[in-house]
């Protein structure tokens, strides 16, 4: 952690440290609350955890009711499980909805119960096809794993793992270290992962990830022992980012090699408990409530304190 805390120092004046706040409020856990000037003015929460932490564990939002989940705002789940630390995590259906229960999309799993499937999802101007998705395992090693197409349920991945806490998103962002957001197939781009059209007849000429908006992401470093979690907030005098800008960011601010894009807009949401009083709290501004959308999924980090 201070390898990253380092290299953030050393970051040019166009986005200077010194709009930053760094605290350590757990073992194992690095929270920064930063601003930006460039490319628009936005606010940044960002927590960076080192999975090697002794006592360290998570948790995804288990299946319950009569779809795949309940929904219930992120902080609320943190209360819920007495957590440290959560973000919210996949998109779901149906959206926009007063619905209590959700369609998880994406490969979901909780504590070893896998529960949503990868997916040919409605929304593939936004999402794409069995997007890839994060898997912690029981003692938090941490892996990008992808759809196994020799498995018809589309609960089985490539990768010699065993799928224990999986969150998924609408795409990976960064692989490799290098900006991976998708493009829209086309004549130019006959391989591409997104199709053309949706409500706002999405392209390459007009994305539906070039909307400055509030955004979450999630994130793993170059040796797989650092999780980031981060959040762009749209409220608050903040101006939101591209999904583009997400992804530059988390590379070359954070140390991020591979990464993939949340839920946002009304759903991001980042929330802490206070280390001393523990007081739980939504860390970032919602742009859809003061304790944040209910969504369908979110990831509660359970973190253990600091040694006096």
Do not use: C
């Not at 936005?42 to 939002?61: C, E, M, N, W, Y």
Request: hydrophobic share 45%; net charge neutral.
């Amino acid at each position: 952690m201070l390898a990253v805390l380092a290299v953030l120092a050393a970051r040019s004046a166009d986005r200077p440290l010194a709009q930053a706040q760094v605290a350590q409020p757990y073992a194992g856990v690095t929270a920064i609350d930063r601003w930006l000037d460039s490319p628009r003015r936005v606010h940044l929460h960002i927590a960076q955890i080192d999975l090697a932490t002794p006592g360290l564990r998570f948790k995804l939002s288990p299946p319950a009711g009569d779809r795949e989940t309940i929904r219930q705002s992120t902080l609320a789940f943190l209360r819920q499980e007495g957590a440290q630390l959560a973000i919210n995590g996949h998109f779901f259906l149906p959206f926009p909805s007063t619905d209590r229960t959700a369609w998880v999309i994406g490969l979901a799993a909780s504590e070893g119960r896998v529960y949503s499937a990868f997916e040919s999802p409605e929304q593939r101007y936004a999402l794409v096809v069995d997007a890839p998705a994060l898997n912690l395992d029981r003692d938090n090693r941490a892996t990008i794993v992808r759809r196994d197409p020799a498995q018809s349920d589309g609960r089985h991945v490539l990768e010699p793992v065993t799928l224990w806490n999986v969150i998924a998103g609408s795409s990976q962002i960064v692989t490799g270290g290098a900006i991976t957001v998708p493009a829209y197939r086309d004549a130019a781009h006959p391989d591409a992962l997104l199709e053309p059209g949706g409500p706002n007849a999405y392209s390459n000429a007009k994305a539906w990830g070039d909307v400055a908006t509030a955004r979450s992401a999630i994130g793993l470093s170059r040796d797989r022992q650092t999780l980031t979690l981060f959040t762009a907030d749209v409220r608050g005098g903040s101006d939101g980012l591209r999904l583009s800008e997400v992804a530059a960011l988390l590379a070359a601010d954070y140390g991020v090699w591979d990464a993939l894009n949340l839920d946002g807009g009304g759903s991001t949401s980042l929330a802490m408990a206070d280390p001393v009083t523990g007081e739980a709290r939504l860390v970032n501004t919602s742009s859809d409530r003061p304790d944040g959308r209910e969504v369908a999924t979110s990831l509660a980090v359970f973190a253990p304190r600091r040694a006096p």
